[in-house]
């Protein structure tokens, strides 16, 4: 089965960038599509960047759309979220989830049925 660690995540002061990585282990990879979530304590999982199998196609939540960019390197079986101008309401434990099987890239969760341990992400200002 598909397995995925996020790695990259830690604080930072507001106005900063950081960037997560997910590397997937399995041959679907570079087959399907995939995205980024965010939940903070208390809160419900938050679509933040989704992409089709081949990266032609990305998704974004209103809330980052011009400071994330999410993109993947398929030769080496990861993805990324690019995350600058980050603010405070950006700080939660982000995931890397995989839809083996999907056609599209969403923001829903129901359609991931892959996900990541999660990287925290803290932004202080």
């Known amino acids: 089965r598909v397995q995925l660690v996020e790695s990259g995540g830690g604080s930072v002061q507001a106005g900063g960038s950081l960037r997560l990585s997910c590397l997937a282990s399995g041959a679907a990879y570079t087959t399907m599509p995939m995205a980024w979530f965010r939940q903070a304590p208390g809160k419900g999982r938050e679509g933040v960047a989704a992409?089709?199998?081949?990266?032609?196609?990305?998704t974004y939540a209103d809330s980052v759309k011009g400071r994330f960019t999410i993109s993947r390197n398929n030769a080496e079986n990861t993805m990324y979220l690019q995350m600058n101008s980050l603010q405070p309401e950006d700080t939660s434990m982000y995931y890397c989830?995989?839809?083996?099987?999907?056609?599209?890239?969403?923001?829903?969760?129901?359609?991931?049925?892959?996900w990541g341990q999660g990287t925290q992400v803290t932004v202080s200002s």
């Open positions: 989830a995989a839809d083996p099987g999907g056609v599209g890239a969403t923001l829903w969760f129901g359609h991931y049925s892959v």
């Open positions: 992409i089709t199998t081949g990266g032609g196609t990305t």
